[in-house]
T-cell receptor
Framework: SQQGEEDPQALSIQEGENATMNCSYKTSINNLQWYRQNSGRGLVHLIL?????REKHSGRLRVTLDTSKKSSSLLITASRAADTASYFC????????????FGDGTTLTVKP | DAGVIQSPRHEVTEMGQEVTLRCKPI?????LFWYRQTMMRGLELLIY????????DSGMPEDRFSAKMPNASFSTLKIQPSEPRDSAVYFC??????????????FGPGTRLTVT
């Protein structure tokens, strides 16, 4: 079964507003990553947060991780039309397997 | 760095034909992943390699699919015979898995496969 599940499935906001996407997972993880996919393109890694971290920032991105609730959130501040894309969380298990499991993604539309 | 290179970018073939997708990972990366993406099933991990060795192929849908990694700079995903339900975008991704266990994956542009 899918490890990461994003919520909401789709989100539509106006340029300048903040966008928040959530990811829930089921088992213990080593780390959690967020990726962006523009239409017709491959996924692009945005940020990785380790299981012993609670919050991480990268530019306009803010990621939080709550291991007790098995959830993470991605906040994009001051959104731009160029942020329109699908956003995926991926979880890496506490194994040496080296693989990550991707959720179904949140489709974000930022209206100019 | 050119990033992950995949070829062809588009492939249209008839049912029953053999299809070979190619991937060149980023130099220095030691893990390689093959994914399939469809609207219905989302992004599925098919198989991944570490140091050219297949580690987990549990996502390979059936015996018609096979993957090889003869060296650190090249991998192929083969479908023989192809079926219309194999139509999808196939992504290759690579990463460096070291002591720090970094899992950031770098994706190629994908191969859009259409089987008629």
């Amino acid at each position: 079964s899918q490890q990461g599940e994003e919520d909401p499935q789709a989100l539509s906001i106006q340029e300048g507003e903040n966008a928040t996407m959530n990811c829930s997972y089921k088992t213990s993880i080593n780390n959690l990553q967020w990726y962006r996919q523009n239409s017709g393109r491959g996924l692009v890694h945005l940020i990785l947060i380790r299981s012993n971290e609670r919050e991480k920032h990268s530019g306009r991105l803010r990621v939080t991780l709550d291991t007790s609730k098995k959830s993470s959130s991605l906040l994009i501040t001051a959104s731009r039309a160029a942020d329109t894309a699908s956003y995926f969380c991926a979880t890496a298990y506490n194994t040496n397997a080296g693989k990550s499991t991707f959720g179904d993604g949140t489709t974000l539309t930022v209206k100019p | 760095d050119a990033g992950v290179i995949q070829s062809p970018r588009h492939e249209v073939t008839e049912m029953g034909q053999e299809v070979t997708l190619r991937c060149k990972p980023i130099s220095g990366h030691n893990s390689l992943f093959w994914y399939r993406q469809t609207m219905m099933r989302g992004l599925e991990l098919l198989i991944y390699f570490n140091n050219n060795v297949p580690i987990d192929d549990s996502g390979m849908p059936e015996d018609r699919f096979s993957a090889k990694m003869p060296n650190a700079s090249f991998s192929t995903l083969k479908i023989q015979p192809s079926e219309p339900r194999d139509s999808a975008v196939y992504f290759c991704a690579s990463s460096f898995r070291g002591r720090d266990m970094g899992y950031e994956q770098y994706f190629g542009p994908g191969t859009r496969l259409t089987v008629t």
